[in-house]
Structures are given as C-alpha cells and as structure tokens.
T-cell receptor, first 113, second 115 residues
Framework: TQLLEQSPQFLSIQEGENLTVYCNSS?????LQWYRQEPGEGPVLLVT?????EVKKLKRLTFQFGDARKDSSLHITAAQPGDTGLYLC?????????????FGKGTLLTVNP | DTGVSQDPRHKITKRGQNVTFRCDPI?????LYWYRQTLGQGPEFLTY????????KSRLLSDRFSAERPKGSFSTLEIQRTEQGDSAMYLC?????????????FGEGSRLTVL
C-alpha cells in the first residue's frame, strides 16, 4: 500500500499570512493531485502534477511536485477566509493499478479574518 | 445539475440493519469509485468499476459490503448487518476513461450513522 503523509494536520492562521503544506511518501507516484474539501461536500480537484520538479500556479496557490515524484507541496500566498477547508493530496499508483487514487489524511486549514 | 449525485445524503440506522446507498455518476463517465471517509481522515478507497465490471475491491470491504453497477450507469453500495464502526461518510466519484490520471468528480456523500 502506498501511503501519503500530510503535514501539518491542522493549521490556523490569520488572513494575509502565507503558508505551506506538505505531502510526503516513500513511494513513487505516476501523478499527484491536490483536492480541497469543504464541510458536507465532496473533494474538488485543484491541480494535477505529473512531471518530477513540476511547478503549477493557480492564482495565489503554488503547487510543486518533487523531482523524484515522491512528495509535493502547496503554498498559499496571502491566505483569505475563503481558503478555509481540508486540503488533500492524492497519488495515482505507479504500476498496474494506476487507476486507484490514494489520499493522504489531509491538512485542515482555518483562515481567520 | 449534471454532477455526481448520491442518495440518501444522511442515513441513521440501528446496529444490525441493512442500508443501501445509490450513486448516479456523470452520464458519460465510465469509471466509478466508492470511498469511505471518517472524521479527521482522508477518503479511503473501497472499490472501483470500469463500466459494469468491478475491477478492485479493497480489503476494507468485508463480506458485509457489496457494490454493484449493473448497467454501467448508476451504482449501489449495500452494507448488511451494520456495525457502529461502519459510521462514516461514503463518497462516490466518477471520471472519464481511458486515461487513468484524470480528475475524479465527487458527489456530496452519504453520511451513515449507526446507533
């Protein structure tokens, strides 16, 4: 089983601050996705990264895939209350069962006004 | 709305009862997944369908759990003889094949509480 460790588990910050959350594994993933989940809803895709070393930006969010495709980070600049939610990283297994998406436990972010 | 829909959204049942959840995926999506999520955890993979074929079933799914997708469209997840440990959010997701790295579109989930 390929496991994804996310840190920190909880993060509470003030509006305007910057933050970084991490997603680490000892396994190689063919691709990695970040989802955001709000209470009472299903996760919604933010980004997919495929190439080792890849960096993608989505407005104030910057995603990076590690060179070895074992880890990823999400950096948020000038956080806003609307960024509050559970951030989940999820990896597609390399190999035969690459249809399966394995999720980390998530980072619960609270941005206080 | 043409997103993934799940029914019921909430189910409260007594231990030992059977429950069934339904998932209607996005119409053209041939891949369908069931996940389970408990408080403070990420979604855990339960099972995967490609069209009507169930290609993988997690070890998390005991013999009390069964999932079907009879015509390759909607899917049902049945839990027999529910236990308190079955209390969780059951999430359905779908996506379009054949590429395996596409976005999963999730429903809003069916929350099960077993008393």
């Amino acid at each position: 089983t390929q496991l994804l460790e996310q840190s920190p588990q909880f993060l509470s910050i003030q509006e305007g601050e910057n933050l970084t959350v991490y997603c680490n594994s000892s396994s190689v993933f063919s691709s990695l996705q970040w989802y955001r989940q709000e209470p009472g809803e299903g996760p919604v895709l933010l980004v997919t990264v495929v190439t080792g070393g890849e960096v993608k930006k989505l407005k104030r969010l910057t995603f990076q895939f590690g060179d070895a495709r074992k880890d990823s980070s999400l950096h948020i600049t000038a956080a806003q209350p609307g960024d509050t939610g559970l951030y989940l990283c999820a990896g597609h297994n390399s190999g035969g069962s690459n249809y399966k998406l394995t999720f980390g436990k998530g980072t619960l972010l609270t941005v206080n006004p | 709305d043409t997103g993934v829909s799940q029914d019921p959204r909430h189910k409260i049942t007594k231990r030992g009862q059977n429950v069934t959840f339904r998932c209607d995926p996005i119409s053209e999506h041939n891949r369908l997944y069931w996940y389970r999520q408990t408080l403070g955890q990420g979604p855990e993979f339960l099972t995967y369908f490609q069209n009507e074929a169930q290609l993988e079933k997690s070890r998390l799914l005991s013999d009390r759990f069964s999932a079907e997708r009879p015509k390759g469209s909607f899917s049902t997840l049945e839990i027999q003889r529910t236990e308190q440990g079955d209390s969780a959010m059951y999430l359905c997701a779908s996506r379009l094949g054949p590429q395996n790295t596409g976005e999963l579109f999730f429903g809003e989930g069916s929350r099960l509480t077993v008393l």
